[in-house]
């Protein structure tokens, strides 16, 4: 009961910050019946990949936001999820990971066919990237000695670790408040990583060797606190710091959001994360296209699409 108590907690993240930007207005809207509990929003080959946590699949829209496919479900068999946290679309595969069962399923983008079942040897893995053919997990850990990102390389049959990094901030005891503070999200590019943790203005870089490169700060004070709501039966994180980053046509974006709600994205640029968009809306996931901003809203669980100049 411990273990799915924490599982359910670890799915999704709300962001505080205190930043300008060039601000965005939402344009347009998709509004499709199809979607009940939106956490995630990936674009890829002109197709937005969503994972819903209210039935725990993968659906995929074209732009007009009709539904083209949706794979997976809730439950513990192969192609299935219990508790799906993250997901990455690389090589038309999609690799979803699943929290509680500790594994990773794969489909095909194309149709969204089951291809196999990835167990890993990983407790609470949270979020997942993928590079020139590395995959890299990191995980929720608060016991002393333990690493937070773990990368491996596929095989035939299995996934091979080829390496552990990141040593977590060990804890006394079970408190959610601090457990938090050795969660982050993930992204990779170029033989680079990079981790920022939800609840701190810390963003590490590293080799894809594991290697720290470089630490980089964001203008906003880091959360102590945790707010935990429910929403269509889901415990989900009402206070963090850094939301979602993506690494989109070689350039590193990051998602945070202030007090008031609104959200802004950083851009990793001249050695430093700079502010480059602000969006009054409250942005969970997004991603970036060459003239558009696609992001998840919280409360109605609307894809927004903002025009960028």
Same mark, same amino acid.
């Given at each position: 009961?411990?273990?799915?108590?924490?599982?359910?907690?670890?799915?999704?993240?709300?962001?505080?910050?205190?930043?300008?930007?060039?601000?965005?207005?939402?344009?347009?809207?998709?509004?499709?019946?199809?979607?009940?509990?939106?956490?995630?929003?990936?674009?890829?080959?002109?197709?937005?990949?969503?994972?819903?946590?209210?039935?725990?699949?993968?659906?995929?829209?074209?732009?007009?936001?009709?539904?083209?496919?949706?794979?997976?479900?809730?439950?513990?068999?192969?192609?299935?999820?219990?508790?799906?946290?993250?997901?990455?679309?690389?090589?038309?595969?999609?690799?979803?990971?699943?929290?509680?069962?500790?594994?990773?399923?794969?489909?095909?983008?194309?149709?969204?066919?089951?291809?196999?079942?990835?167990?890993?040897?990983?407790?609470?893995?949270?979020?997942?990237?993928?590079?020139?053919?590395?995959?890299?997990?990191?995980?929720?850990?608060?016991?002393?000695?333990?690493?937070?990102?773990?990368? $491996?390389?596929?095989?035939?049959?299995?996934?091979?670790?080829?390496?552990?990094?990141?040593?977590?901030?060990?804890?006394?005891?079970?408190? $959610?408040?601090?457990?938090?503070?050795?969660?982050?999200?993930?992204?990779?590019?170029?033989?680079?990583?990079?981790?920022?943790?939800?609840?701190?203005?810390?963003?590490?870089?590293?080799?894809?060797?594991?290697?720290?490169?470089?630490?980089?700060?964001?203008?906003?004070?880091?959360?102590?606190?945790?707010?935990?709501?429910?929403?269509?039966?889901?415990?989900?994180?009402?206070?963090?710091?850094?939301?979602?980053?993506?690494?989109?046509?070689?350039?590193?974006? $990051?998602?945070?959001?202030?007090?008031?709600?609104?959200?802004?994205?950083?851009?990793?640029?001249?050695?430093?994360?700079?502010?480059?968009?602000?969006?009054?809306?409250?942005?969970?996931?997004?991603?970036?296209?060459?003239?558009?901003?696609?992001?998840?809203?919280?409360?109605?669980?609307?894809?927004?699409?903002?025009?960028?100049?």
């Amino acid at each position: 009961m411990k273990r799915n108590y924490f599982c359910m907690l670890f799915l999704l993240i709300f962001v505080y910050g205190n930043i300008s930007g060039e601000e965005l207005i939402a344009r347009s809207q998709f509004k499709s019946r199809n979607l009940l509990l939106p956490i995630k929003i990936v674009v890829s080959n002109g197709l937005i990949y969503i994972l819903d946590k209210g039935d725990e699949s993968i659906k995929v829209f074209n732009i007009q936001g009709e539904l083209m496919v949706s794979f997976g479900k809730k439950g513990e068999a192969p192609g299935e999820f219990y508790c799906a946290a993250d997901f990455f679309v690389d090589n038309g595969r999609v690799y979803v990971l699943d929290t509680c069962k500790s594994k990773i399923e794969i489909f095909l983008t194309q149709n969204g066919s089951h291809i196999s079942t990835r167990n890993l040897k990983i407790s609470n893995p949270f979020k997942i990237a993928i590079d020139n053919g590395k995959i890299f997990v990191s995980s929720i850990s608060f016991l002393k000695g333990q690493k937070i990102i773990t990368s $491996l390389v596929e095989e035939a049959e299995n996934f091979k670790i080829e390496n552990s990094f990141l040593e977590c901030i060990p804890l006394e005891g079970i408190e $959610l408040n601090k457990i938090y503070k050795n969660a982050g999200v993930l992204t990779a590019n170029k033989g680079k990583l990079y981790f920022a943790y939800i609840l701190s203005n810390k963003i590490l870089e590293f080799s894809d060797e594991g290697k720290l490169l470089k630490e980089y700060f964001i203008p906003i004070k880091s959360i102590e606190k945790l707010e935990i709501g429910i929403k269509n039966n889901q415990m989900l994180l009402k206070s963090a710091l850094n939301y979602d980053i993506r690494a989109k046509r070689n350039k590193i974006f $990051l998602l945070s959001r202030n007090e008031k709600g609104e959200s802004f994205i950083f851009e990793l640029k001249n050695g430093k994360f700079q502010e480059k968009f602000k969006i009054r809306d409250k942005i969970i996931s997004f991603d970036i296209t060459d003239n558009e901003i696609l992001g998840i809203e919280e409360e109605k669980g609307e894809v927004l699409i903002y025009k960028v100049n």
